[in-house]
């Protein structure tokens, strides 16, 4: 029988070390593969800030720092301090980041952000507004945070989010490995990800950014009211898109996703919030709305110092890398997706779409694939497999009337299966630029590239 009996259409996610058969050789001669100004920062919107301080403990303007700025608006005493460590890039401000200014058991209240120090799109454009603009399913909510945000900035001083746009400044948008997002990063650059599916995800990514540019006019005309305090043009015509987008990942990578509020509050930016904390996988911590404030509640001991980290939902690598400019080696939650695809034109195609149906799968199926869960991930798929290579219609109707997914397979039928799934995984693996020895030897360098180290541990992980 002929392969294409089964259309197959395979996307990949990460995987950390996947133990397949048919998972890349460490030896190379087997496998071969062969401007970013974040948020509207300029050189005057850098403040370059001694090294471990305790905020609020100088002041480098008359409006003092972030926390400052946040204790006089009605900030309440917390257990942070902002320290900061030295960018890969010397051209670039230290990144900073929250610590713990003292010794913290689970459970402990780290600080509690009033909802007045929080912007959401409750506060920025009305409930109704809100939900008619998001009803349309052109703009995103970090579309017009960073819309906001934008006009906010051009108020300088005067505007009363100053002082935290002008930490977003510093931030660059960066997270805690001081990389930006590759929604940033150069043609060049981009071709670090070659034959990883993240790179589609990118450019996708950056296709959706300016298809809501496109729309912003959108929310001066719906929200006018708002927009009338700023004597600038409208959206288009006030900031180019490249503005625009830089200032969308900036957002993107400091938004606050909250649980069991009013949708206009959903997504929040909290001073104190990221990028300011450290993401991880494999921390419970999350930023939550409670009574009149966003609060955090740490999931660990914290000796005075240490980085304090919140969670950052089930995230493949992937996402963490396009929203957040980073890569968790120890994410559990980094899968291969696998999508599969029953043959329209195959004559027996509605009888498959029933047998799958009936078998909790779809005509067009994802299986996602775990470390450490790589067999039961392929004998979930076999099956579904399987069925496109039936067809003789007395053997379809065997498979019609049977209990569960059987179908009945020679052994050399079986082999195709196999060879067809070993050959799609061989052919994307020779897709990619290095081998995993390179890979690794590529992170040995400590002068590597930052963006080059980053995407080198996001095909590393899913191909290791």
């Not at 931030?171 to 001081?178: E, Y």
């Not at 968790?328 to 899968?335: E, L």
């Amino acid at each position: 029988m002929e392969f294409t009996c089964l259309h197959n259409k395979f996307n990949f996610s990460p995987l950390p070390r996947p133990s397949l058969p048919f998972c890349k050789n460490p030896n190379p001669t087997i496998f071969p593969r062969k401007r970013n100004n974040l948020f509207l920062a300029s050189a005057s919107d850098i403040v370059v800030a001694s090294s471990r301080k305790e905020l609020g403990s100088k002041k480098d303007d008359e409006f003092g720092d972030l926390k400052s700025w946040m204790h006089k608006n009605g900030l309440p005493p917390c257990k942070v301090v902002l320290d900061e460590r030295t960018s890969h890039d010397k051209k670039h401000s230290p990144i900073h980041y929250v610590s713990a200014s003292e010794d913290l058991q689970a459970g402990d209240v780290a600080f509690s952000v009033p909802n007045s120090l929080v912007v959401t799109l409750e506060r920025v454009l009305g409930n109704e507004t809100v939900a008619e603009l998001l009803t349309t399913n052109k703009l995103s909510e970090l579309a017009c945070l960073a819309l906001y945000l934008m006009y906010e900035k051009k108020q300088g001083k005067k505007s009363v989010w100053y002082p935290y746009i002008r930490e977003l400044d510093r931030q660059r948008g960066r997270g805690q490995l001081a990389v930006e997002s590759p929604l940033l990063w150069s043609e060049d650059e981009l071709a670090y990800l070659t034959g990883s599916p993240t790179k589609a995800e990118v450019l996708e990514r950056a296709e959706g950014i300016k298809r809501e540019y496109n729309e912003l006019d959108t929310v001066w005309f719906m929200a006018g009211s708002l927009f009338q305090q700023y004597p600038y043009d409208i959206p288009t015509e006030a900031f180019p898109f490249e503005i625009f987008k830089q200032a969308f990942v900036a957002v993107q990578s400091c938004v606050v996703h909250l649980q069991k509020v009013a949708l206009a509050r959903r997504f929040a930016l909290v001073p104190l919030g990221p990028p300011l904390l450290a993401y991880r996988s494999n921390c419970k911590a999350m930023l939550s709305a409670v009574g009149g404030a966003v609060e955090l509640v740490v999931d660990r001991p914290y000796k005075a110092g240490e980085p304090i980290a919140v969670w950052c939902g089930p995230q493949p690598n992937s996402k963490l890398l396009i929203n957040y400019g980073f890569v968790d080696d120890d994410n559990a939650y980094d899968r291969l997706v696998v999508e599969a695809a029953l043959n329209t034109e195959d004559p027996q195609y509605q009888d498959k779409r029933l047998v799958v149906q009936r078998n909790g799968k779809l005509s067009v199926q994802v299986f996602h694939v775990y470390a450490g869960k790589e067999k039961e991930a392929v004998s979930d798929m076999l099956p579904y497999l399987r069925l496109g290579y039936v067809s003789d219609p007395s053997e379809m109707q065997s498979v019609l009337s049977s209990q569960g997914p059987v179908c009945p397979m020679s052994p050399c039928m079986e082999r195709a299966v196999l060879d067809q799934l070993a050959d799609y995984f061989n052919r994307r693996l020779a897709g990619y630029l290095t081998t995993l020895n390179e890979d690794e030897s590529l992170l040995s360098d400590p002068n590597l590239n930052p963006r080059r180290r980053v995407a080198t541990q996001l095909v590393r992980q899913q191909l290791n």
